[in-house]
Nanobody, 124 residues
Framework: QVQLVESGGGLVQAGGSLRLSCAAS????????MGWFRQAPGKEREYVAA????????YYANSVKGRFTISRDNAKNTVYLQMNSLKPEDTAVYYC?????????????????WGQGTQVTVSS
């Protein structure tokens, strides 16, 4: 069992930056690949970024590539999402999630554990 708690959301103007954190507790954090997903009002939850167990491999949705950076600190049991050049269309509730293995990291159905989410609002 893994418990995940996101933080760092808030209100920011377009072009600004935010850093989200996801703290994990429970079973060995470094056994899990981690992902960030988001859900805007009236839309389905979508993949944003993912990172391998060691942090050596990172993956991004095309919509955030070049603007967002995912990273992790296994000593602190924490995964981060640095978001730069934010746009109003980035407004959503952001969720972190954990899964075993390295395959299908963009597939929401593959993730076993989810946090409660943190709201990110980007004003124009």
């Amino acid at each position: 069992q893994v418990q995940l708690v996101e933080s760092g959301g808030g209100l920011v103007q377009a072009g600004g930056s935010l850093r989200l954190s996801c703290a994990a507790s429970g079973r060995a954090f470094n056994a899990y690949s981690m992902g960030w997903f988001r859900q805007a009002p009236g839309k389905e939850r979508e993949y944003v970024a993912a990172i391998s167990q060691s942090g050596g491999r990172t993956y991004y949705a095309n919509s955030v590539k070049g603007r967002f950076t995912i990273s992790r600190d296994n000593a602190k049991n924490t995964v981060y999402l640095q978001m730069n050049s934010l746009k109003p269309e980035d407004t959503a509730v952001y969720y972190c999630a954990a899964k075993q293995g390295i395959s299908a990291l963009s597939d929401i159905r593959e993730y076993d554990y989810w946090g409660q989410g943190t709201q990110v609002t980007v004003s124009s």
